[in-house]
């Protein structure tokens, strides 16, 4: 067992913390957007330490590239589907026009 | 069993019934929110579980998984605006 294999397990072993306790931690939240708020780590922290821990294993090969272009779609499209989701909130709560932004 | 997929089974076992669970109940957008956090969780279970099984080839599920859902996701915000 090297290094490098306890390092990868480590990250992919922290990521996955990481997105579990979010999850449980929006169990919690009572608003849309306090919850939106926990999700933020998984797409932010989460993948993205999954994703080494996963690319470390694997080394520099084709299948790290796919790993890290898709861990790099959730960090990407995270944000986007999160300030989506907010301003549907605001919408339904009447603190944004309906027409805004468009 | 591997360490890979102990954290496949913790994904799946802990935060996807989480998620199920808030994708099921309240307001419409709280619903929204269950079924983002959904998707972030059951791709990151799928790429540990290529990982787990040693199998690269199913890589490219997660990576159309993360494209379908964030389309998906958008299309429900679409759909869930109040109509003015």
């Given at each position: 067992m090297s290094a490098l294999h306890v390092a990868a397990v480590a990250c992919f072993g922290v990521g996955v913390g990481v997105v579990v306790l979010t999850a449980l931690a929006s169990?919690?939240?009572?608003?849309a957007a306090d919850r939106l708020h926990y999700l933020t780590p998984a797409t932010a922290l989460g993948a993205p330490l999954v994703g080494l821990g996963l690319v470390l294993e694997n080394g520099w090969s084709l299948t790290s590239a796919q790993i890290a272009v898709t861990c790099g779609l959730i960090m990407i499209t995270g944000p986007v589907l999160t300030s989506a989701a907010l301003r549907l909130a605001a919408q339904r709560e009447g603190t944004v026009p309906q027409e805004s932004p468009e | 069993m591997n360490a890979w997929l102990v954290g496949v089974l913790a994904l799946v076992g802990i935060g996807l019934p989480v998620a199920t669970w808030i994708a099921s109940r309240g307001d419409p957008v709280e619903r929204l929110v269950g079924l983002e956090l959904a998707g972030v969780v059951a791709t990151l279970a799928l790429l540990g579980f290529a990982q787990a099984v040693a199998q690269?080839?199913?890589l490219i599920v997660p990576t159309i998984a993360v494209v379908l859902s964030f389309a998906g996701t958008l299309v429900f915000a679409r759909l869930l605006a109040p109509r003015s």
């Open positions: 169990l919690r939240a009572r608003r | 690269p080839s199913y």
